[in-house]
């Protein structure tokens, strides 16, 4: 079966949108939607809803959503959403900012049609976009069930995980491994001088009673 379901959105705003066959999809991702924190965070998330799971991909101010069949696992879906965010950003440009709801609908609702077969028919698709799959599932991706959240009336939570914070952990974390590599060097460093100095000491009040005073004069002689 595949992707079944494709919006594009602007925030609460559908500017596209289509279905492959007759279902309350359209309803479900608006609650999602609605759901959903509003912001500039890009994120990706997946929710359960019956035996179909809905993708959402949040970027540049765009919601992409997809809704397909548990079979077509993540990768596929994932991969799907970028495609069709990378065409409509390309298609509309800053049109995209102001333009009124479902008005790119006539024309790109063709789009994510084609594209929906593509992704759900093509043997190639899966392998054509594998590693840009993977690379997008950085993030962590929670599966939660709508109709439990919606029941509750809760607030969908999302984890998610920004690579620039993975990042900036792991140059954070190599600072401070420099740091303690460098702290613990003059700390060995300073006992070893402080050793050696008491050593000195030592040795030079021996040899001063040994040698009967300070300027070591039976030593000398």
């Known amino acids: 079966m595949g992707i ?3 919006m594009v959105a602007r925030g609460h705003v559908v500017l596209a949108e289509f279905s492959a066959t007759q279902t309350n999809a359209s309803a479900i991702a608006r609650q999602i ?15 359960s809803h019956d035996r179909y799971i809905f993708h ?27 495609d069709i965010h990378q065409r409509f950003v390309k298609t509309y440009a800053r049109t995209i900012l102001s333009a009124p709801a479902y008005a790119m609908n006539d024309e790109f ?7 929906m077969d593509h992704f759900s028919n093509d043997p190639n698709a899966d392998r054509l976009n594998r590693l840009k799959g993977e690379m997008s599932q950085v993030r962590t991706v929670m599966i939660d069930n709508i109709e ?10 999302l984890l998610v995980e920004k690579t620039t914070n993975i990042q900036g952990n792991a140059v954070r ?7 303690y590599r460098n702290t613990l060097w003059w700390r ?11 050593f000195t000491i030592v ?15 039976s030593c000398l002689n």
Do not use: H, W
């Open 4 to 6: 079944l379901y494709g």
């Open 33 to 47: 939607m609605e759901k959903m924190k509003q912001g500039d965070d890009d994120s990706n998330a997946s929710y």
């Open 56 to 82: 959402i991909k949040k970027t540049d101010g765009l919601t992409v959503l997809c809704m397909a069949d548990e079979a077509s696992g993540r990768r596929i879906p994932f991969a799907f959403l970028e």
């Open 109 to 115: 609702s063709r789009v994510l049609s084609q594209q």
């Open 148 to 157: 439990k959240v919606l029941e509750r009336g809760d607030r969908l939570t």
């Open 173 to 179: 974390f190599r600072r401070q491994s420099r740091r």
């Open 188 to 198: 060995n460093f300073k006992l070893t001088c402080s050793l050696l100095l008491i």
């Open 203 to 217: 040795l030079y009040i021996v040899l001063g009673f040994l040698c009967k005073g300070p300027l070591l004069p």
